[in-house]
């Protein structure tokens, strides 16, 4: 099982900018699809972008499309997040997840096709 661990999360002003890191504890990491999730307060965790293992290949929810970018440093072990022009509504706490399977073609939206989880880093968006 591969550990996950989430910074940079905080409060930021609408308009504002975070990027969010998850280092994972072992080089397996650069074989699975990587993909970061959030949990708004009282809902149900939601698919926000997703990465293959190789090519750079990514996908995005419709809600951050054009705003957040997902990259990964496969050398560092370490997933990123940057996430533009944030609207109160971004407000949740952010997870990272690895797939379950490894070597995926296709990348998974599902938080259920995903197998080892972070801590979540919270990120509050004010209006």
């Known amino acids: 099982q591969v550990q996950l661990v989430e910074s940079g999360g905080g409060w930021v002003q609408a308009g504002g900018s975070l990027r969010l890191s998850c280092a994972a504890s072992?080089?397996?990491?650069?074989?699975?699809?990587m993909g970061w999730f959030r949990q708004p307060p009282g809902k149900e965790r939601e698919f926000v972008a997703g990465?293959?293992?190789?090519?750079?290949?990514?996908t995005y929810a419709d809600s951050v499309k054009g705003r957040f970018t997902i990259s990964r440093e496969n050398a560092e072990n370490t997933l990123y997040l940057q996430m533009n022009s944030l609207k109160p509504e971004d407000t949740a706490a952010y997870f990272c997840?690895?797939?379950?399977?490894?070597?995926?073609?296709?990348?998974?939206?599902?938080?259920?096709?995903?197998?080892?989880w972070g801590q979540g880093t919270q990120v509050t968006v004010s209006s």
């Open positions: 072992d080089r397996s990491f650069r074989s699975y699809n």
């Open positions: 990465i293959k293992w190789v090519g750079g290949t990514t």
């Open positions: 997840a690895k797939d379950r399977e490894q070597l995926r073609g296709a990348i998974r939206s599902n938080p259920l096709d995903y197998s080892d």
